[in-house]
């Protein structure tokens, strides 16, 4: 096919036009005939107890519709996809999860009562109207104090407020590699609690048809059928045949649009008992408040080494915060997409690690972008950074003797995954030569003589995406299948119509997986139209998240070609009167080997729907087909993020001064969109290594970061430009050969901005810097710190 | 209720508003003009900016009747017809969106920025789209687009 819009092609995307031109169609921009506004009343106490709620002069408010609460909430909870079983045994605590609040508020922004009105002031007007006794109880918020005895307790059911206690790996083989150690290298870490913020606010509109009996919800969704079944078969009872979930136009996700939220049950659930359509959107405030918020992780891991710095054994003890309730995908989090990834790049043969996840009077905790690895790998990062340190052997040199190397693969950890591919010995060697890592003690003796300590720091990671074979999750907790779906449409005329479960929020699908299909059938880019996100056109798939659209959503899709061009190929050789295996297909053009007997794809789909010469006996007209595409493994992007820091001592502001980052995602679609995908995460990375921080009071459980004047998204002026490349090994066992882009951004920057820092703190005899480093942190370090500064 | 009236992307519209209506919500409302987006409630995100009288402003930090009289352009105005404005073009060229919601905000500060600043340096750039945040692209392309933009609005402007 033509190599400007084919596979490997920098194809401008196709979804632009629109979101330029300000014609993108959101959720909130939609609007249904006779629609109605919700608002939805919140606790304002982290943990209280409701004894009263009076709706009489609210529902006596202008404009005023319904007034609903917990009281009237009849239907089901909200549920968890995932199950994990405890060291013993026994299933995880799983608390109620009611979309209205009862007797019982949990967490700053629970939900208490939606109102519904004309419009959207009046239903905020008239909540100010809603007399609720509460009755303030003691709250938890600490992660690490959270099953201290003592502690107040969120669920009468969870013992000192513990949901799990998990582990993996072989306990007795890695203490006994502790046992024949040279050294042990060990850190206490915390992976600090951050909050997504797509900037598009979450929002959802129910509309229930009365004459059809019909539900349809609008909402910002990664995965619109997820939805559907959730909330259809769990939680309101709606059969999924008479209900439809469009996910439009959504603005970012990064996970927290992956859950099932309260919000879409109760606007879906009130549009059918008054009968008018309502929608809701959250302002800013409430997302703060309400949208699932990421890691929160307190660990302590030791690292078990020869006396060459050959790791021997890993220990990893973690707590981790989930929040008040259990978010749709929340246990898995901690555990299977954390503990699974702490073997790294390295071949550690031993490793053991526990995960107790706690519940605290805060917002639940769910993936967000990198969803666990993100913790992995700043944990083991900082730890190898460290045990370097400890062993006065050189960053680059420790990691070399213990990678993975390229003829190993396929590659068993000792926690459960087999790495497929990769050479990380080629993603560092690139990185190390993009960013002059051999010149950097110049570039450090420069920044020095202008009172600026300049650090520089590297983390080699792997993550696992392309989520995921359902046999394997299955086994493993999950309560879904993982796979993928596509439709291929052939119209007539040879042009074609996608159809994917992926759903695209600012990914760049319908350029993407247009350019897939439009190289696979040898069709021009502009016959090809991507639809997705609305479960009424689409066959039923699973979504968008864990770097998963194209390594699983694009495979279903090759899938599905294959099974066109098989079909297509019979058409043809009916067509040529040739056998069909004598016939291959080719740029577009179906051909009998050895001859120059060819015709055109475009003719073969018209033979299709007009079958009056065609082999009627033993094919059935048309050319479309839908394939679903469940993967036989993980995929394993993984590379080397370098960073480069300059440090004001005066100040403590840490200035990223370079940013490299050579990833393997395996085979590139369009470069283009896979390097905005790698920026995108970088800037998420080095958000949560330097500004970003979610805080709650300890006492009150209020959440201090309840802005953007409080909460520090990177802005332009705190980010460099990077430098970013792939260098691809492919992935063997899916049929396009991707691994996944979308996360590996936030997962391999953290630590290396962190190693930076510390580096240019290093000479002051700093050894420690939690996330994120804040210019009071470092200032307040270097004050500290145990040496001076020299004069330069 | 008050009557409010405005040129809007050249029309002259008007309407019956609540006196607390922010502009924003007149243009997306009572307008239809949804390209102009909120994403925050204490004025710090730049979803919503559009030209007010030529400049750039918040839109979500005015009431629609301090807009009254005025010439306002939003995202949906900018471009002639099917033809982008050089800044639309630049930020496709150079892949400066990927969701697109904080994208018309983007837009329209940028072509505020190369107004008061024609040849904008790459610190420039990102110090005058401060108030302006993006989650997806890590500003990283839209610099480049705004540099992009300014050269194309600079030889347009020369044409012109
Ligand atoms: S909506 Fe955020 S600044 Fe106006
Ligand atoms: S493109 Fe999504 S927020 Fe900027």
Redesign the pocket.
């Known amino acids: 096919m033509t190599t400007e819009t084919g596979i490997g092609a920098a194809v401008k995307r196709r979804e632009d036009f629109r979101f330029l031109t300000g014609r993108g169609t959101y959720t909130d921009d939609i609007n249904r005939p006779h629609q109605a506004y919700g608002y939805i009343l919140r606790s304002p106490y982290a943990a209280a107890q409701i004894t009263g709620i009076d709706t009489s002069k609210a529902k006596a408010a202008p404009g005023v519709i319904a007034v609903l609460t917990g009281a009237d909430y009849d239907k089901g909870g909200l549920p968890c996809g995932w199950q994990i079983h405890s060291k013993d045994g026994s299933p995880m605590i799983e608390p109620a999860h009611p979309p209205l609040c009862k007797d019982q508020v949990r967490h700053v922004g629970d939900q208490v009562a939606l109102v519904v009105a004309e419009t959207y002031a009046e239903a905020k007007d008239a909540a100010e109207l809603i007399e609720v006794d509460y009755k303030e109880l003691p709250a938890i918020i600490s992660t690490a104090k959270a099953s201290e005895d003592g502690a107040p307790q969120v669920w009468p059911e969870a013992k000192n407020n513990i949901c799990f206690d998990w582990h993996i790996g072989d306990k007795a083989a890695t203490d006994a590699a502790f046992a024949k150690a040279h050294h042990v290298t060990k850190i206490d870490l915390v992976n600090q609690r951050l909050i997504p913020n797509a900037?598009e606010p979450r929002s959802a509109v129910g509309d229930y048809d009365r004459a059809t009996g019909d539900y349809t919800l609008y909402t910002t969704s990664q995965n619109p059928h997820v939805i559907r079944l959730l909330m259809g078969a769990f939680v309101l009872q709606i059969p999924e045949h008479k209900l439809r979930v469009v996910a439009p136009d959504v603005?970012?996700g990064f996970g927290s649009k992956i859950f099932h939220y309260a919000e879409e049950a109760l606007v879906t659930w009130a549009s059918g008992k008054v009968g008018r359509p309502i929608k809701w959107t959250a302002e800013r405030s409430e997302a703060f408040i309400s949208d699932a918020q990421g890691r929160d992780h307190v660990s302590h891991a030791e690292l078990a080494m020869d006396k060459d710095g050959k790791f021997l054994g890993l220990r990893v003890n973690t707590i981790a915060n989930m929040g008040a309730y259990l978010s749709t995908f929340a246990p898995c989090v901690p555990t299977y997409l954390h503990a699974t990834l702490l073997a790294g790049v390295y071949t550690t043969p031993a490793i053991y690690a526990e995960v107790k996840a706690v519940f605290t009077h805060t917002v639940p905790v769910d993936a967000y972008r990198g969803a666990g690895r993100p913790e992995a790998t700043y944990l083991l990062e900082r730890l190898v950074a460290k045990a370097a340190r400890d062993m006065q052997m050189d960053q680059v040199e420790i990691r070399r003797r213990n990678f993975i190397p390229k003829d190993a693969f396929p590659y068993q950890t000792p926690v459960a995954l087999q790495y497929d591919s990769g050479d990380y010995e080629a993603t560092l060697d690139l990185a190390l030569q993009m960013s002059k890592w051999a010149d950097f003690e110049n570039r450090r003796a420069e920044a020095a003589k202008r009172g600026k300590l300049r650090g520089i720091g590297i983390s080699t990671y792997l993550e696992a995406c392309g989520i995921a074979p359902s046999a394997v999750v299955g086994s493993l907790g999950a309560r879904a299948g993982l796979y993928e779906t596509g439709s291929i449409r052939v119209h007539p005329t040879g042009s074609v119509t996608v159809f994917t479960g992926s759903h695209s929020h600012?990914q760049g699908h319908e350029t993407t997986f247009a350019q897939l299909v439009s190289d696979g059938l040898g069709i021009p880019l502009e016959n090809v139209e991507v639809v997705h996100g609305d479960t009424a056109k689409i066959p039923f798939g699973m979504g968008t998240y864990g770097s998963r659209s194209l390594a699983v959503g694009g495979s279903a899709l090759v899938k599905a070609m294959d099974k066109i061009i098989a079909k297509a190929t019979k058409i043809a050789a009916h067509l040529m009167e040739a056998a069909a295996s004598d016939v291959e297909f080719k740029d577009g053009n179906f051909t009998v080997k050895g001859t120059d007997k060819s015709i055109p794809f475009g003719q073969v789909a018209l033979t299709a729907y007009v079958p009056h010469n065609y082999p009627i006996t033993e094919l059935e007209p048309g050319l479309e087909e839908t394939a679903f595409y469940d993967p036989l493994n993980f995929t394993y992007p993984g590379g080397t993020h370098i960073c480069e820091v300059e440090i004001d001592p005066e100040t403590g502001i840490t200035q990223v001064v370079n940013f490299t980052a050579v990833d393997d995602v395996g085979r590139v679609i369009n470069p283009m969109i896979v390097e905005g995908q790698v920026h995108g995460g970088l800037a998420q990375g080095i958000g949560q290594a330097l500004l970003e921080r979610c805080v709650y009071d300890e006492d009150s459980g209020q959440l201090l970061t309840g802005s953007y004047m409080d909460y520090t998204m990177p802005r332009a002026d705190d980010l460099p430009s990077f430098q970013v490349a792939t260098h691809g090994t492919m992935c063997t066992h899916n049929p396009i050969g991707a691994k996944g882009v979308g996360e590996v951004g936030a997962i391999g920057s953290p630590p290396a901005v962190i190693n930076a820092v510390i580096d240019a703190l290093a000479p002051l005899g700093i050894e420690d810097m939690s996330m994120p480093a804040t210019p009071l942190k470092v200032w307040q370090a270097i004050q500290s710190a145990p040496k001076k500064m020299s004069a330069a | 209720m008050p009557t409010v009236r405005m040129t809007v992307n050249g029309r002259a519209v008007s309407g019956e508003i609540e006196a607390r209506t922010l502009l924003v919500h007149f243009l997306r409302n009572q307008l239809g003009l949804t390209g102009t987006h909120v994403g925050c409630d204490t004025s710090q995100c730049g979803a919503c900016v559009v030209h007010v009288d030529g400049t750039s402003i918040k839109s979500c930090t005015l009431l629609a009747i301090q807009a009254e009289g005025a010439e306002v352009t939003t995202i949906e105005g900018l471009a002639t017809g099917d033809e982008l404005h050089p800044m639309q073009a630049a930020f496709r060229e150079h892949h400066g969106?990927?969701?697109?919601?904080?994208?018309p905000g983007?837009v329209m500060s940028a072509v505020d920025l190369v107004k008061t600043n024609p040849d904008p340096s790459e610190q420039q750039i990102r110090e005058g789209l401060e108030g302006n945040i993006?989650?997806?692209?890590g500003y990283h392309n839209i610099v480049k687009a705004v540099k992009a933009g300014a050269k194309a609005m600079n030889a347009g402007a020369m044409k012109g």
Do not use: A, I, N, S
């Open positions: 900037m603005g970012g600012g | 969106l990927q969701c697109g919601f904080c994208t983007m993006c989650r997806c692209t």
